[in-house]
């Protein structure tokens, strides 16, 4: 009981300093957001008009008061979930901009990040069960190969071939010009269409590491004592691998991918900045280059919620499968 | 063995998957357009604006957030278009100074809204209202001048100011016109997305949204619908000058654009000569500011000498591309405004790269070199300051290295400073710089142009920000000037306050033009002929309602 509330303890000391830091970190850059939306309007060759600078900064509502003050008001909207007005969507409500983006997010990168981790198992327990076979050896490699080779490169090398140069998908985005967001089947296709190649960019590079830690897992555990017991007993090697190996192997990655789906969001930016995918990363990107603090913040503060919440859950799940994880807490 | 139905499952999925995919390719649109009505079809435009996730938005002052279709919905008194500053009447069909503090606007008549609602004085009356009391929506800053404006009988409106008010014509001219039957009963107008149905009086009308696509559609009821040939205008989504962007609009898949192409020539225009084309036209005047608090910035003689110190056209040719035209030493933008340069300047006030002359300057105002070829200041040291130049604008730092290296030439020591642009923001206001570049100018309104860089009310001391006077220019004459052309509603008079201050510029070189910033503008004449071109400026490119008035289908 004593660890479950240690756990839970920290858990929220962690989370009022991530609260705080994601309050903090945006207000020391230096930087105007009305600037900031101007740039984006006309970019740096035409010179500012002061009066609509004025206009805009007025509109933004400047934030006066003392960074105490400013910090209670922050805390207070926090707790009631009040994020505010986004700047570069004024007058649209930072809650609405998130409601808009994260279907994308969930969708594309929450599937393929499910089946990057039971590809990625499933291949590293093959491995690991044919170990320096021939299937091992190209699993293993073609792995490491493909896990040395840059995100934004395979992201690109995807668009030209199938965008460009065979026209298969289309280039970006995540549906066409001709069809508006709704629930027909029309729709569905289109939408699906436009994530196969973000998808499978996704597919590529997701499973390298879960191929990886699973395999040297899984190698280990079938050198264990229990599992040469099991052999010495003639029990089926396929009994051996998934029952004595695989099932205990498998902890460590499970940990993992909680963590994983928590950090959802920080992982998204490049894909979707890449294919143009209307999802969360991509608007966190332009949050941050437009100096959107209100949606700036929310964002942040969701990753980080989604992380020590992924974290706090898979701390929690080990003290129940791993007793001693318990006991050397307690003491 | 169970793993066969696994694996015929499989590719049956996969089968099915391409079927569907191999099914429905090409739903972005790919219907032709039918020649011979003497109307075209559609047109693809580019960006419509509000980032990477846009929001239904044709609110027509929420100037930064706003969608595109909001500038054909809206329109305004006059149309002054900013190449050659034309005011083309608009909503108004002419206006009258009755004396320097009252303007008045003959307002055209037998204008609908496009819900067929009449148009009236009334109209522009409550709109000029409904700015001053929400002043977040008057992004021109029209109250800053006005004290009234009332509409007399359904054909003028009068608008009176706290000053004599010539220079406030263009801003008061451009406000967009929303109508009093339906922005009367908005509560809050500053929040208001007018997202269903807006009503305007422009050529086009909103047809569809989504955020990968914004559809306008012609108003058959508009007041000069005769010279309207565009039946559909589809603004597509774009990654702004992404490399895909480039390779659509190389495709001709725009019927115009503006972006940045690294080499246009190659990547747009000899993929289709005959039918792509580009046309970058001056905008902003990008200048070297000099900070005049100190020395030797504050000696008019060594700014003189700058002036031939700097290398034009190895600035336009290789770090500008060759995109852009030199700078006016006047601060005006010629060739469109050449018609406000006083009599006999040569070149347009063009002043040449020569640097023995720079050099024959600089040593005559007392910058001698000393026997290691530095230049040393009126103190007895060597001259040494640095640029400031954000690092992230890869094309000014550039154009800073060449300046720097001319100016090493002359054995100054100048040292390169390359913060955020944030920061350079931040330091040019509070004038914490020694050169730097700076954006004035290239507007329609001259008394903006000479006075947000030059006005001496417009500055403030080291350490403060400047509103917008970041050179720190302090001089009674130019003051003079700025009130006389801000006051006068007379044509000559204000003539000749505008040659009064380009006098100033080209004698006491208060900053240095280098190039004028382009205007990205690239159009394909496939569907569409008629587009201002340098052959043919009677507009610049960004000058969209304009522009569309004079598009014909191509052959006709």
């Known amino acids: ?255 993992g991918f909680a963590i994983a789906l928590g950090g959802l969001l920080g992982g998204t930016v490049l894909v979707e900045t890449i294919f143009n995918y209307p999802g969360l990363g991509r608007l966190l990107l332009e949050a941050v280059s437009n100096k959107d603090y209100p949606l700036m913040q929310a964002l942040f503060l969701f990753t980080t919620i989604g992380v020590l919440i992924a974290n706090f859950l898979a701390d929690v799940t080990y003290g129940f499968l791993d007793p001693r994880v318990r006991r050397a807490e307690a003491t | 063995m169970t793993r066969r139905p696994w694996r015929r499952t499989f590719v049956a999925v996969a089968a099915s998957a391409a079927l569907v995919l191999t099914g429905c390719t090409g739903t972005e649109g790919a219907q032709k357009s039918s020649a011979g009505s003497g109307m075209i079809d559609f047109l693809n435009y580019g960006d419509f604006g509000g980032g990477t996730t846009p929001k239904a938005n044709y609110n027509p002052y929420l100037d930064a957030t706003k ?74 800053g029209v109250w800053t001048s006005l004290a009234s404006v009332k509409a007399d009988g359904d054909e003028k409106v009068t608008f009176t100011f706290k000053q004599p008010g010539a220079s406030a014509f263009t801003q008061v001219s451009g406000v967009k016109i929303v109508p009093q ?130 290398d034009d056209k190895q600035v336009i040719d290789k770090a500008q591309l060759g995109y852009v035209t030199q700078a006016s030493q006047s601060g005006l933008v010629v060739p469109g405004q050449k018609d406000w340069l006083p009599q006999g300047l040569a070149d347009d006030g063009r002043i040449g790269y020569d640097a023995a002359a720079a050099d024959k300057a600089l040593t005559d105002a007392g910058y001698a070199k000393d026997s290691k070829g530095r230049r040393l200041g009126k103190d007895g040291k060597p001259i040494s300051f640095s640029f400031k130049v954000p690092g992230s604008y890869v094309d000014w730092v550039a154009a800073a290295d060449i300046l720097i290296k001319n100016l090493q030439a002359l054995g100054i020591t100048v040292s390169k400073d390359t913060p955020t642009p944030d920061a350079n923001n931040q330091d040019r206001a509070t004038g914490n710089y020694d050169m730097t570049f700076g954006v004035f100018g290239g507007g329609c309104n001259m008394y903006a142009n000479f006075s947000d860089p030059l006005n001496s009310a417009r500055t403030a001391p080291v350490g403060k920000k400047a509103a917008s006077n970041e050179i720190r220019w302090q001089d009674p004459k130019t003051d003079e ?63 969209g309602l304009v522009v569309l008035t004079h598009l014909v289908p191509a052959g006709s």
């Open chain 1, 1 to 255: 009981m004593l660890y479950f509330l240690r756990r839970t303890g920290f858990f929220v000391a962690t989370l009022w300093a991530a609260v705080t830091l994601n309050f903090l970190i945006p207000r020391l850059q230096p930087g105007d957001p009305a600037q900031a939306l101007l740039a984006r309007l006309q970019g740096n060759t035409q010179a500012v008009n002061p009066a609509q600078l004025a206009a805009i900064r007025k509109m933004l509502g400047t934030h006066d008061g003392n960074l105490l003050s400013q910090y209670w008001d922050y805390l207070g909207a926090v707790v009631h979930g009040q994020f505010g007005v986004s700047y570069s969507y004024y007058p649209y409500s930072v809650t609405a901009m998130i409601a808009t983006a994260l279907p994308w997010t969930l969708i594309l990168v929450g599937v393929t990040q499910i089946a990057s981790f039971a590809i990625g198992t499933l291949l590293g327990a093959w491995a690991a069960y044919r170990r320096n076979s021939r299937v091992d050896s190209v699993i293993t490699l073609g792995s490491t190969f493909v896990g040395t080779l840059p995100f934004f490169w395979i992201g690109l090398l995807l668009i030209f071939v199938f965008a460009i140069t065979l026209n298969w998908f289309p280039d970006g985005g995540g549906y066409g010009g001709g069809s508006s967001p709704s629930w027909t089947w029309l729709f569905f296709s289109d939408a699906f269409q436009h994530s196969v190649l973000p998808a499978l960019a996704l597919l590529i590079t997701g499973p390298v590491g879960w191929i990886i830690g699973m395999r040297n897992n899984m190698v280990q555990t079938l050198g264990e004592d229990y599992a040469r017991l099991a052999r010495a007993k003639g029990l089926p090697r396929r009994r051996i691998a998934l029952t004595y190996g695989a099932r205990i192997a498998i902890l460590p990655n499970v940990t």
């Open chain 2, 67 to 140: 969608l595109s279709a909001a500038d054909y919905i809206y329109e305004s008194l006059m149309n002054v278009e900013t190449y050659s500053c034309k005011a083309i009447p608009w909503l108004a069909t002419a206006y009258q100074w009755s004396d320097p503090k009252t303007l008045v606007y003959t307002i055209r008549s037998g204008v609908k809204w496009n819900d067929g609602q009449p148009f009236s004085a009334k109209d522009v009356e409550f709109t000029f209202n409904m700015l001053k009391k929400f002043d977040v929506l008057d992004t021109q």
């Open chain 2, 181 to 310: 039957h339906i922005w009367s009963k908005v509560a809050d107008p500053t929040t208001f997305v007018n997202a269903t149905a807006p009503v305007g009086t422009g050529p086009m009308k909103l047809k569809s949204f989504n955020p990968r696509q914004l559809v306008v559609e012609r108003n058959p009821d508009y007041w000069q619908a005769d010279k309207i040939k565009v039946n559909e205008i589809r603004f597509n989504k774009a990654d702004a000058g992404g490399q895909v962007e480039q390779l659509k609009l190389s495709r001709g898949e725009y019927d115009t654009n503006a972006m940045f192409v690294q080499n246009i020539k190659k990547a747009y225009v000899d993929r289709d000569p005959e039918h792509h084309h580009y046309w970058y036209a001056p905008g902003g005047v990008i200048s070297v500011y000099m900070n005049l608090t100190k020395a030797p910035f504050n000696d008019v003689g060594f700014r003189k000498a700058l002036t031939t110190a700097f």
């Open chain 2, 481 to 543: 000037l700025l009130h006389t052309l801000q006051v006068s509603p007379d044509e000559k008079a204000q003539k000749e306050a505008v040659a009064g201050l380009v006098d100033i510029m080209m004698n006491q070189v208060p900053t240095i033009p280098i190039w004028y910033g382009a205007k990205w503008f690239q159009y394909d004449t496939t569907k569409a002929e008629g587009w201002p071109s340098a052959q043919d400026p009677y507009a610049d490119g960004g000058n």
